[in-house]
């Protein structure tokens, strides 16, 4: 099996298989565009809830500025996302963004569920040196299509991967001794449906040349009410995760410091309607772009990071990801009631129905664990249960950190 460490263009860069150094705390790499949320697919974990065309959207002039701008700052590539951005109704202006992208010499990231792929757009997307990350949350057709609320997806998603393969975009784009990389990946949202195909997957995406990449469950949106369902047991997801890695070699990158946190601390998110964020799962807004340039932009994500300390706080799992109230520290103890809280649904039901001081009187708590415990509201359940999984030390990988 070769063993290289596979990067994914776009996320990572010819400079660091060559070992140059690049400052992923002071510049900005990465522009996420997000000028839309509407989609053809119905996933269960999906952090959006509005799948709908929306008057007040970014135009294509409005996106050709930001995409200029972004250019004049330096950003490297830029991940153009949605909902869908390939959907056929929206192709026209999907392409033009692509187009401008490429002119201002930047790489695109296309995040796409795949359906809408034909050979012509593939041809046009490996023309325009554009990366694909395509999505992968099992490899059993029916529970493919279960999980992505789309009868005949996994069908479509193995289409799509064929089709891209065939062109450029299916070939190592270079390598190094112990590394190279590529310009597919295929994205897992980790959750209980699929802990047990981790490992699959990975030696999957490895024979396809492909980067593999698991994601934590951000319960936010029309994950929220699905995630009893979606809650993984830790301990099962860190070891299949373990293995899972081994057949598809993760990169920790130095960017001054390995324990920066995300990647995409390192970059800006324009959502729909302009609203300025610090990822695309990020719905705590800082501004609009209509009012502040991009480079302001930049300024308010690097106030807003240190300010709060994020990328200290990401040893305890992406700050951004979870709604909730107020933040929790999260010790040992509370971990395991938590996690308990939220995949018992017997014990959960005693616990919100006047039995909370008979349940915490079983364990060993200091006095701020069982008054964290004992102010939990129900609403509050899956967003916490949601932070225990994305911790680093439960689920061994944390989204684009790597």
């Known amino acids: 099996m070769n063993k290289k460490v596979i990067r994914f263009q776009g996320l990572s860069f010819r400079e660091e298989l060559e070992k140059e150094r690049m400052d992923f705390v002071n510049q900005p790499i990465y522009l996420s565009l997000v000028p839309w949320e509407f989609c053809n697919w119905d996933c269960r974990y999906c952090h959006q809830d509005r799948r709908v065309k929306e008057g007040g959207e970014l135009t294509l002039e409005e996106m050709k500025i930001i995409i200029s701008e972004a250019a004049e ?4 590539s830029v991940l153009f996302l949605g909902g869908e951005v390939l959907l056929k109704k929206i192709w026209g202006i999907s392409r033009k963004v692509i187009e401008a992208i490429h002119g201002a010499g930047m790489i695109t990231v296309i995040y796409t569920n795949g359906s809408q792929i034909t050979k012509e757009m593939a041809e046009f997307l490996a023309d325009q040196n554009v ?20 009868k005949g997806a996994y069908k479509q998603f193995r289409q799509a991967l064929d089709i891209i393969q065939q062109t450029s975009i299916g070939k190592v784009v270079c390598k190094s001794d112990n590394q190279r990389m590529v310009r597919i990946l295929l994205s897992t949202v ?23 990449m698991m994601e934590s469950l951000n319960c936010h949106g029309d994950a929220v009410p699905n995630i009893q369902e979606l809650a993984v047991d830790a301990l099962k997801h860190a070891q299949s995760m373990k293995l899972a890695l081994g057949l598809n070699p993760a990169q920790f990158f130095d960017g001054g410091a390995s324990t920066n946190g995300c990647r995409l601390f390192s970059g800006i998110t324009i959502r729909k309607k302009g609203e300025i964020a610090i990822c695309p799962q990020d719905y705590n807004f800082l501004g609009n772009i209509r009012e502040v340039g991009l480079r302001d932009a930049w300024g308010l994500i690097q106030n807003k990071i240190f300010s709060a300390q994020l990328r200290k706080k990401w040893i305890n799992g992406c700050p951004l990801k979870t709604k909730r109230k107020e933040v929790i520290e999260m010790t040992e103890e509370l971990k395991k009631i938590i996690l308990q809280l939220g995949i018992n649904s017997e014990l959960r039901k005693k616990f919100f129905a006047g039995e909370k001081e008979n349940i915490l009187s079983r364990h060993n708590l200091t006095d701020e664990e069982r008054k964290c415990l004992r102010e939990i509201s129900e609403d509050q359940l899956p967003g916490l249960v949601s932070k225990v999984v994305q911790s680093p030390e439960l689920s061994g990988i944390g989204d684009i950190r790597i």
């Open 73 to 76: 700052l330096g950003i490297r």
């Open 131 to 150: 990366s694909i990350a395509l999505k992968c949350d099992t490899l059993i057709p029916r529970k493919y299509d279960y999980l992505v609320g789309k």
């Open 190 to 212: 980790g959750c209980g449906l699929n802990v047990d195909e981790y490992v699959s997957i990975a030696r999957f995406a490895t024979e396809q040349n492909a980067r593999w």
